[in-house]
């Protein structure tokens, strides 16, 4: 989620139900090195919390350090730690899913940021089940973890390979909740309440993570909450009340000076409006325009016209609660 959970996207969702949330992965060594760029994506104000900063590295010992400096820098509820990601920059570089294939290293991984933090917070990982499908191997790696002085591990369920293809294997993510005493945390294909529901009721696991589904429907928190407690699908969240929430996130990203100016942040924004109008209809089309935008004026005016024009087709403006 590198370049999606900032910290105005995690206000969003914790205002729309999340319960616990990480910040987008950091290096260790841009850490170490105090880089004032690496050090904004551990930003998160008080009312996130509970958060935690994640942390992608493959040497233990830099990575305590590192850990250490967060700590000191920002006080997070937890550490973190990415042995999923699988971008060809940081499997690259022997970081996220990189270590599925390498056990040891992995260990000494985690066990070096176990033993610099000590007490001062807990620490968590994230992987994936395996490298690819001749290599499923979670349940190994989470004894691994278990050993290393973990306290939680959450698992997307799908190997490096895949990416985000295909469906998510919850009957490895299953096995492992059996296969160690510590919590773990189910990701992957996780869109509804319904698909919490079902999940939660078939696996033994601890909880749910929700991901690229955020990205398009962060309301997604607050209908699966309002599912899992009446069992209903919640109504859908009307086309104006979508168009609002896309004014204010770029309002909010322009003033947070994370990406520039107006015309960066805009431009910075353009995938996450991708991602929001998705489903929306006469979607194609408005992409193409969502693709050039440069102002906070230019998306107000688009989602004006946008409603303005359904109104006069009398087309349905809401979409599936589950969208």
Partial sequence: ????????????????????????????????????????????????RPVGVQLFGADGKRMGEAARKIIDWQQPDFIDINFGCP????????????????????????????????????VTAKIRIGWDENSINAPEVC???????????????????????????????NECSHHVSIPVVGNGDLSSGEDIQRRRETTAISGVMIGRAAMQNPWIFRQAKNYLETGRDPSPVPLNERWQLIFRHC??????????????????MRSRLMAYCKGFPGAK????????????????????????????????????SNA
């Fill in 1 to 48: 989620m590198a370049g999606v959970t900032d910290v105005v996207f995690r206000s969003i969702c914790k205002e729309l139900g999340a319960d616990v949330m990480v910040t987008e992965f950091v290096s260790s060594e841009g850490i170490i090195q105090q880089d004032a760029r690496t050090r904004k994506y551990t930003e998160f104000t008080d009312e996130q």
């Fill in 87 to 122: 971008v060809n920059k940081v499997v690259s570089k022997n970081g996220g899913s990189s270590l599925l294939r390498d056990c040891p290293v992995l260990a000494s991984v985690a066990s070096g940021v176990a033993e610099a933090v000590g007490n001062q917070v807990p």
């Fill in 143 to 173: 004894s691994v973890l278990e050993e290393s002085g973990m306290q939680a591990i959450s698992i997307h369920g799908r190997t490096r390979s895949q990416g985000y293809r295909g469906e998510a294997n919850w009957e490895v993510i």
């Fill in 251 to 268: 309002r909010l990203a322009i003033e947070s000076n994370r990406y520039g100016n107006e015309k960066q942040s805009m431009m910075a």
């Fill in 285 to 320: 089309p408005l992409r193409r325009r969502l693709s050039t935008v440069a102002s906070l004026l230019e998306i107000e005016e688009l989602g004006t016209e946008h409603l303005a024009h359904l109104e006069e087709n009398q087309d349905e403006q809401a979409i599936p």
